[in-house]
């Protein structure tokens, strides 16, 4: 079975640039999840969407970040403008059901911001 | 809101030792709860999980175990391999999101 595939594995570009990340989730998950992952905070959820809609963006730090759901099997990750600080493992999850059902990860985008 | 956190940053442990992993949450109305194990440059992983009408469930080769009491949840791996080191994460179930806590790196020594 396809997991969750994540584009880009990795992402290397200078602050100022927009950035695009990727996400196709498990044929017949409802819920996805765009996570950001950092030595100091840990896994911090960023948005979680049920059925296409964003039901929690109280994650996302700030307009500079946007994600959209335009189907069930395509979700995107915006930054823009990128800063040195975006830099992190941004992972994408989904799962059937609400998000409190066990979660499948992708491999995620590893993010430098230079 | 729930807050997740882990008694020990790091387990340094030999192979065919058993490993234990602790957790502590702070929701007493949490009601499940996962494991995950997330391998360097990979996503994290699903290992197990319970509910709250359980104290106790096994895997291969592992067991989490679940005191409502003291809000405390533990992962013990059997005989644990170089294989088994990663970063285990718990998560707790809220109403409609996990909440992470901060990991435990297991390292196994041959």
């Known amino acids: 079975d396809a997991g969750v595939i994540q584009s880009p594995r990795h992402e290397v570009t200078e602050m100022g640039q927009e950035v695009t990340l990727r996400c196709k989730p498990i044929?017949?998950?409802?819920?996805l999840f765009w996570y950001r992952q950092t030595m100091m905070r840990g896994l911090e959820l960023l948005i979680y969407?049920?059925?296409?809609?964003?039901?929690?963006d109280s994650g996302m730090p700030e307009d500079r970040f946007s994600a959209k759901m335009p189907n069930a099997s395509f979700s995107t990750l915006k930054i823009q403008p990128s800063e040195p600080r975006d830099s992190a493992v941004y992972f994408c999850?989904?799962?059937?059901?609400?998000?409190?059902?066990?979660?499948?990860f992708g491999d995620g985008t590893r993010l430098s911001i230079l | 809101g729930e807050s997740v956190g882990l008694h020990l940053p790091t387990l340094s442990v030999q192979e065919g030792d058993n490993s234990i992993i602790n957790c502590a949450y702070s929701?007493?109305?949490?009601?499940?709860f996962i494991w995950y194990k997330q391998e360097s440059g990979k996503g994290p992983q699903f290992i197990i999980d319970?509910?709250?009408?359980?104290d106790k469930r096994q895997g291969q080769r592992v067991t989490v175990l679940l005191n409502k009491t003291v809000k405390h949840l533990s992962l013990q791996i059997a005989a644990t391999q170089p294989g088994d080191s990663a970063v285990y994460f718990c998560?707790?179930?809220?109403?409609?999101?996990?909440?992470f806590g901060k990991g435990t790196m297991l390292l196994v020594s041959p």
């Open positions: 929701n007493s109305a949490s009601d499940y």
């Open positions: 998560a707790v179930a809220g109403y409609s999101t996990l909440t």
């Open positions: 999850a989904s799962a059937v059901g609400r998000g409190n059902q066990p979660q499948h």
């Open positions: 044929s017949g998950h409802n819920s």
């Open positions: 319970i509910r709250s009408n359980m």
């Open positions: 969407f049920n059925n296409n809609v964003p039901i929690d």
